[in-house]
C-alpha cells in the first residue's frame, strides 16, 4: 500500500506536479493545502512543519526572484524542519521542472526539440515566459490559443495556460528524465524518497 503524503503548493499547476512526483517516488498524495499562491503558503508554513512531526509531508514554492538561492528561502520560512518534512524549492518556478523534460514538453507544445532552452531550466531568468515564447511557436492552434496571453489583455499567460501544464505533468511528463536536466528537481526527488523510505521503515 502507497504511503500517503500530505502537501501544500502556491497553486493548481504546482499540484499537478507534487501528485506526479509522489507517484513516481511510489508514494500517493492525500490532501493539498494552500493552492492560494505564495504569501499564503509562507503564512502557513510553521503550522505545516508542525503537521510534519506526526505524518509525512511535502511543501513545494517557487523561488522566483525573491532569494538569490533556495537555501535562504528554506532558512527564512522553515527554520529548522520536523523530522517528516520534506520542503522543496523549484528553481526558479516549478515551470523549470517541466521545461527539463526537453523531448517530452518539444513534443506536448508541437515544438521543435531544437527550440527548447539548452541551458539547465534552473538558470533560467523567467521559465513561465520561456513557456509562453515556446508556445507562440506552436505547430498545435488550440497550444496557441490556450497558452499565449491575448493581445492587450494584461496578462502574462493565456486563458488555459494552468490547464495545459497540469495535462503535461499528468500525462507526458517524465521526473526521471527531467531530474538528469534540473539539480533543484534531482534534489526533490531524492529528498522525497528518503522520506519515503524512513516513513516506512519507521512503520508510521
Excluded at 527554520?79 to 520542503?87: I, T, Y
Excluded at 526537453?102 to 534552473?122: W, Y
Aim: proline share 5%; hydrophobic share 45%.
Amino acid at each position: 500500500m502507497a504511503i500517503v503524503v500530505q502537501a501544500a503548493v502556491e497553486g493548481i499547476t504546482d499540484e499537478a506536479v507534487v501528485k506526479r512526483l509522489a507517484a513516481h517516488v511510489g508514494a500517493h498524495v492525500g490532501a493539498v493545502y494552500g493552492k492560494n499562491g505564495k504569501p499564503a503558503l509562507r503564512q502557513r508554513m510553521n503550522g505545516y512543519n508542525q503537521a510534519a512531526r506526526h505524518a509525512p509531508w511535502i511543501v513545494v514554492a517557487d523561488l522566483d526572484r525573491d532569494h538569490d538561492c533556495a537555501p535562504r528561502l528554506v532558512g527564512e520560512w522553515l527554520g529548522e524542519p520536523s523530522a517528516l518534512m520534506c520542503f522543496r524549492v523549484a528553481v526558479r518556478a516549478v515551470e523549470a521542472w517541466l521545461l527539463a523534460d526537453g523531448e517530452a514538453i518539444a513534443g506536448f507544445l508541437g515544438v521543435a526539440r531544437t527550440a527548447i532552452p539548452a541551458t539547465s531550466p534552473d538558470d533560467l531568468d523567467d521559465p513561465k515566459r520561456t513557456l509562453v515564447d515556446l508556445a507562440r511557436k506552436s505547430r498545435r492552434r488550440e497550444i496557441r490559443e490556450d497558452m499565449v496571453p491575448r493581445p492587450a489583455s494584461g496578462r502574462s499567460v493565456g486563458p488555459a495556460y494552468a490547464s495545459r501544464l497540469i495535462e503535461f505533468a499528468t500525462s507526458a511528463w517524465r521526473p526521471d528524465a527531467a531530474a538528469e536536466r534540473s539539480e533543484s528537481l534531482r534534489r526533490a526527488i531524492a529528498s522525497l524518497e528518503r522520506l519515503v523510505e524512513a516513513h516506512a521503515r519507521g512503520g508510521r
